[in-house]
């Protein structure tokens, strides 16, 4: 996985909802591409994602959104745990408005303005999580079932084989409250987790893109540009997981004068336009594919939406 510490310049593996990393990392394989290569229309001339989006965007939860459905999980597994006699409440998460909402908002950034200032570091950096509260033995066994190590984040849907414990002369559902919550969110059609299928389709057409000879030509340009200015990296990514940036806490001077150097030769080439078209190509061809199940994605996101703020509403 990319590391989310430092800017998400090019990582199409960074998803803009919250909560779904892990689901990202372990997505399934994207599949056998198409047999040939999409067509790609008139190539845009690009320098940053402002006002686009990927085609994939509308079938992805976006930050604020998944914030709003993770609260409303939140909420109803402090309600579960209230019935057990418990007043637990999850740690209250610092929000930086400067994350990007979108995962488009994610791609492809190339803005100088950014590059000036923090070279390849990113200028978002996540928040420092607040301390987890210590669970009692009790406490833990109600809130993620009996003899689950205690956490307070948002975990899959709980499995478990072992018979529920008793608290209070109630038996603790199977998974605990996390359990008990997410199943009933399910058979809501709640979204708590991305689908495989969008998983798929938006980072595996960003892996198929990178093979497309049209994006390695881009690159290949971007490179020749770079060498004239006395770099040698292949493609941006390479310039961008430098080792010098990646193990420097903070930009330095060589770092941001390679970053400036970088987008300058990003701009001069459309490496944006060019890699966001063939992207957008490949994403285009699974979504006409898959069309139903992505209206069941789209109507799920509605649903799930509507659900949270009816439950946030009676907080």
Same mark, same amino acid.
């Given at each position: ?8 310049? =090019? ?5 803009? *909802?919250?909560?779904? /990393?892990? @689901? +990202?990392?372990? $997505?399934?394989?994207? %599949? ?91 200028? =978002? ?5 607040? *301390?987890?509260?210590? /669970?009692? @033995? +009790?406490?833990? $066994?109600?809130?993620? %079932? ?170």
């Amino acid at each position: 996985m990319h590391d989310r510490s430092r800017l998400p310049l =090019r990582a199409a593996t960074t998803l803009a *909802a919250a909560g779904i /990393l892990a @689901a +990202a990392c372990s $997505a399934p394989e994207a %599949g056998p591409p198409p047999a040939k290569a999409p067509r790609v229309g008139a190539t845009p001339q690009m320098t940053g994602m402002q006002g686009k989006q990927l085609p994939i965007e509308p079938y992805l939860l976006d930050t604020d959104q998944n914030n709003k459905i993770q609260h409303a999980r939140q909420v109803l597994v402090s309600r579960c745990m209230k019935r057990f006699g418990f007043d637990f409440a999850f740690p209250v998460p610092v929000r930086d408005d400067r994350t990007p909402n979108t995962q488009s908002e994610q791609r492809y950034i190339s803005d100088p303005e950014v590059a000036d200032r923090f070279g390849y570091h990113n200028p =978002r950096p996540q928040q420092k999580a607040p *301390a987890e509260p210590t /669970l009692s @033995a +009790a406490e833990n $066994a109600v809130l993620v %079932g009996e003899g689950e190590p205690g956490k307070t984040g948002s975990p899959s849907p709980a499995k478990s084989s072992a018979p529920p414990a008793v608290h209070r002369g109630m038996p603790v559902p199977e998974g605990g409250c996390f359990g008990e919550v997410d199943r009933e969110l399910i058979s809501k059609n709640v979204i708590i987790q991305e689908s495989d299928l969008v998983i798929r389709i938006n980072i595996g057409n960003m892996q198929r893109s990178l093979r497309d000879r049209r994006v390695q030509s881009a690159f290949r340009k971007w490179s020749a540009c770079m060498k004239k200015q006395g770099y040698d990296y292949a493609t941006p990514m390479d310039a961008e997981a430098d080792p010098r940036w990646t193990r420097s806490a903070a930009p330095t001077p060589g770092e941001i004068t390679t970053a400036l150097a970088d987008v300058d030769c990003m701009r001069s080439t459309n490496v944006v336009g060019v890699w966001f078209a063939v992207e957008s190509a490949y994403e285009k061809v699974e979504i006409e594919k898959n069309a139903a199940e992505l209206a069941e994605v789209a109507k799920n996101i509605g649903i799930s939406l509507r659900y949270a703020a009816t439950v946030n509403g009676r907080e």
